[in-house]
């Protein structure tokens, strides 16, 4: 019987594509509301009367909760088979997108956003740990860049889809429109999606994941009044809240010994040198995707339609790119992608910089075409890189924490961008113009983004070497 289950396992690892396909899918499904509800804020604040800070909300606290199940998803990896993990993250998927349609005030709809970031937070990590069961490690980028490529294509449409549904119908219909592909998905999945690895019943540690949980909430909720004078207080409250949190969480872990993921794994310096770039560039893109349609729509006058159609080209280039972007990680290492791919980031971050007020949609078009390739290529690679010269023991637990950093930074980059954009109240400028000199210290903060990240890379392959 167990040769048998054994002989079963080894014929799905032949073939794993298509489970990760159907796993990438319904990650896509959740990256494309979360971009899609970007366009649409400038109408959500009429509709329920409430602030830029405010609003933004939807997509910071959709990242938020996303972040916070990564946390544990080296637990539920080993505690949960991958079909139990991909049936719950439907469900929550559908229910979040059936709130979000029938919301009648904002609180309704955040509701339904947060319960909706349950399917990215199980299937992010899932479609990851299934590469790393089933495919060599000499294969990691061709496999990741395959995966990335469904799951990239949903900025590039999200944006667009979003303002589509908004201009000609209701954003409403975003949530409608997405319902049934995902329960065809659910459907496929029972069927196809099997377990490579065995399971075990195993305690959690609640305290850990807890604490953990406030000191990130705390840091985005200081993080999103930053901007406001009057709030200064509370945001150092928030600060030291966060700090002391972390700090009893670092306590705690030297004699925990219940499950969340191993701290060790910030022992390896090849993990940080990649990890850190790896967050910091995605702080930038879900910023940037985030700041460039509410740009064109309120310094430029330009409507939602138009607004998410401006991140379209750069962001199909973007997907598109993802099998060769591996491919190349594969062939030649990570040297050429690394560092061709944040040179082509920081080329562009200079020309947002420098033209931050006075930027057109043509610029703003072209400008992030070549952004998009470029972070893209390093992005991508620099997790599959870490992940491939790492010892495969800890390789769980780097992923968990790979995807909880990149959550979390996408978090930080859209509260940040928020702040920058609203918080600049020159008393003779107008609102567009205040707008364009807080985008224009933005991207001057992902200019300086891209600089460090030299360094960070510089160091990896040192200590590779």
């Known amino acids: 019987m167990a040769e048998t289950q054994t002989t079963i396992q080894d014929e799905n690892k032949k073939h794993p594509f298509f489970v990760i396909s159907i796993i990438s899918l319904m990650t896509f499904m959740g990256v494309l509301t979360e971009t899609s509800m970007n366009v649409t804020f400038p109408t959500l604040m009429k509709q329920f009367h409430v602030s830029l800070t405010t609003v933004q909300w939807v997509t910071t606290g959709y990242l938020l909760t996303v972040a916070l199940l990564m946390l544990a998803s080296a637990f539920l990896k080993r505690r949960f088979t991958n079909k139990q993990l991909f049936v719950c993250a439907a469900l929550l998927f559908m229910t979040g997108d059936i709130l979000g ?56 449409l999200g944006p667009t889809f979003g303002g589509t ?108 040198y990649s990890f850190l770039p790896y967050i910091l560039l995605q702080a930038s893109n879900i910023g940037i995707n985030f700041l460039l349609p509410n740009y064109v729509q309120v310094v430029d006058g330009a409507s939602a339609f138009i607004g998410g159609l401006v991140l379209l080209p750069g962001s199909i280039l973007n997907g598109l790119g993802q099998p060769i972007y591996g491919w190349m990680l594969d062939r030649y290492g990570g040297k050429l992608p690394l560092y061709l791919g944040n040179a082509l980031f920081f080329i562009t971050a200079l020309g947002f910089t420098v033209l931050g007020r006075h930027l057109t949609i043509i610029a703003i078009i072209l400008l992030y075409l070549v952004f998009a390739m470029g972070r893209s290529m390093a992005f991508g690679n620099s997790m599959t890189y870490g992940l491939k010269i790492l010892s495969a023991d800890v390789r769980n637990d780097a992923n968990a924490v790979y995807s909880t950093g990149q959550q979390v930074a996408g978090s930080i980059g859209t509260t940040v961008m928020a702040v920058l954009m609203s918080s600049i109240t020159v008393p003779h400028l107008t609102n567009a113009q205040n707008v364009a000199v807080g985008s224009q210290i933005a991207f001057g903060l992902i200019l300086l983004v891209g600089t460090v990240n030299f360094w960070f890379f510089t160091k990896l392959f040192k200590l590779k070497a």
């Open 101 to 156: 349609g029938i919301a009648t005030s904002y609180w309704v709809l955040l509701l339904g956003r947060l319960i909706q970031a349950g399917c990215v937070g199980l299937t992010g990590p899932l479609m990851v740990n299934i590469i790393m069961d089933t495919v060599p490690a000499t294969k990691f980028g061709t496999y990741m860049g395959m995966a990335n490529l469904i799951i990239l294509i949903a900025p590039a």
């Open 165 to 272: 549904v908004a201009y000609f119908a209701s954003w409403r219909m975003i949530f409608w429109i997405t319902l049934p592909i995902t329960a065809l998905l659910l459907i496929l999945g029972v069927f196809k999606i099997k377990q490579y690895s065995p399971t075990r019943k195993y305690e959690f540690d609640w305290l850990r994941f807890a604490l953990l949980s406030v000191a990130l909430t705390s840091l985005i909720m200081g993080l999103n009044i930053m901007g406001d004078p009057h709030g200064l207080i509370n945001c150092l409250w928030y600060f030291a809240v966060t700090i002391i949190t972390f700090g009893l969480f670092g306590w705690r872990s030297k004699y925990s010994h219940k499950a969340l993921f191993k701290l060790s794994v910030f022992k390896h310096p090849s993990f940080i």
